[in-house]
């Protein structure tokens, strides 16, 4: 069984940075491509950024490209989500996903709970 456990979430002012991780549990992590996702309230689930099961290719959604990045350590099996120059608009709940064969949609097989992410004006 696969579990996902997300860390790192807690309020910050905007213009701040936050490191988001996400730990998985499982041998077979390094075959996943990974996600990442957010829900603000009252709102659907979004995409945020996604990663291939090798590092070799990542995806990011426009609202954060060139502010977020996506990485993955298969040694530790972790992945990684760099926020920086957040916004009050990036405040939402965001979950790390796993195993999906379409990275940058939201059909993965595993989700963590997530971790709340609030910025503050």
């Known amino acids: 069984q696969v579990q996902l456990v997300e860390s790192g979430g807690g309020l910050v002012q905007a213009e701040g940075s936050l490191t988001l991780s996400c730990s998985v549990s499982?041998?077979?992590?390094?075959?996943?491509?990974m996600g990442w996702f957010r829900q603000a309230p009252g709102k659907l689930r979004e995409f945020v950024a996604a990663?291939?099961?090798?590092?070799?290719?990542?995806w990011a959604a426009d609202s954060v490209k060139g502010r977020f990045t996506i990485s993955r350590g298969n040694a530790k099996n972790t992945v990684i989500l760099q926020m920086n120059s957040l916004k009050p608009e990036d405040t939402a709940v965001y979950y790390c996903?796993?195993?999906?064969?379409?990275?940058?949609?939201?059909?993965?097989?595993?989700w963590g709970q997530g971790t709340q992410v609030t910025v503050s004006s």
């Open positions: 499982g041998r077979t992590f390094s075959t996943y491509h």
């Open positions: 996903a796993a195993g999906s064969t379409t990275p940058w949609t939201d059909d993965y097989d595993y």
């Open positions: 990663i291939t099961y090798d590092g070799g290719r990542t």
